[in-house]
């Protein structure tokens, strides 16, 4: 959940100003949490307390609604009445993490993962995304090999993940939807040697860099054992106090290191 988070920010200032190269700063001075961060805690939240997603969600987007949000997010946050909007949009995938860490069995992640997208994003691509993504964390987090990922994944949700970075970075560009964002952030993670490659090679491509680092972040965290104590104080001092310190306890509870 914190290689989410510090993925979140390490991407968050190159989400409108797009690199192509490996070669940057990991914290620049304008790096910050963006609405990303603040729904990956909402839901780690929500399974802490057993409350409803959706509520946790509004409440956690109401304290920060500066956060960054897309327009349809937005409107669903504000709303008395909120409703699903069929949304395929990434941000069904960039908050999930939690659920990927926290529930012991496939069959429950890809419940739960359905569970936290549906609620705003229930179009099939939209419940498709957060479901790989969390199940890729699961994945990752009890053992398997990269190229047991692959092809469970592949196999399972219909992505292609047999390109590379260096094939995808080329021709690629901002892209909101679920299937333009998270096969393409599963490849960053498997392309990588370390947790810090990972974020490198999902900025690297020069899309919607925060939440492409966020999912990859999430991933690489489950499969190389933690995220480097360097990165993780870095993104945790960036945190406000109400959501460090549900962090810390989702980490606790949930023993991740």
Not at 13 to 21: A, H, S
Not at 36 to 44: P, R
Request: charged share 25%.
């Amino acid at each position: 959940m914190i290689g989410a988070i510090a993925g979140d920010i390490i991407g968050s200032i190159y989400e409108f100003r797009p690199i192509k190269n490996k070669d940057f700063p990991l914290f620049d001075q304008g790096c910050r949490f963006t609405d990303d961060t603040v729904l990956t805690v909402a839901i780690a939240d929500a399974i802490l307390k057993d409350r409803p997603y959706d509520e946790s969600l509004r409440d956690f987007g109401r304290r920060y609604p500066e956060a960054g949000y897309g327009r349809s997010f937005f409107s669903w946050l504000i709303a008395e009445d909120s409703r699903p909007y069929n949304s395929w949009g990434n941000g069904s995938a960039m908050r999930v993490s939690p659920v990927g860490f926290a529930f012991s069995s496939e069959e429950d992640v890809l419940l739960q993962a359905k569970m936290t997208a549906e609620v705003t994003h229930n179009h099939p691509e939209g419940i498709k995304g957060a479901q790989a993504t969390a199940l890729t964390i699961f994945r990752a987090r009890m053992g398997s090999g990269k190229e047991q990922i692959r092809s469970h994944i592949s196999e399972r949700f219909n992505y292609d993940l047999n390109r590379t970075v260096d094939e995808i970075r080329p021709t690629y560009s901002f892209d909101i939807s679920c299937q333009g964002t998270v096969p393409e952030a599963i490849i960053a993670f498997l392309d990588s040697i370390s947790y810090e490659d990972a974020i490198r090679n999902a900025v690297s491509l020069g899309g919607d860099s925060d939440t492409l680092a966020c999912i990859t972040g999430g991933i690489a965290e489950a499969f190389y054992g933690g995220v480097p104590d360097d990165i993780r104080n870095q993104a945790l001092e960036r945190l406000p106090t109400d959501l460090f310190e549900i962090v810390n306890r989702f980490c606790h509870e949930y023993q991740i290191r």
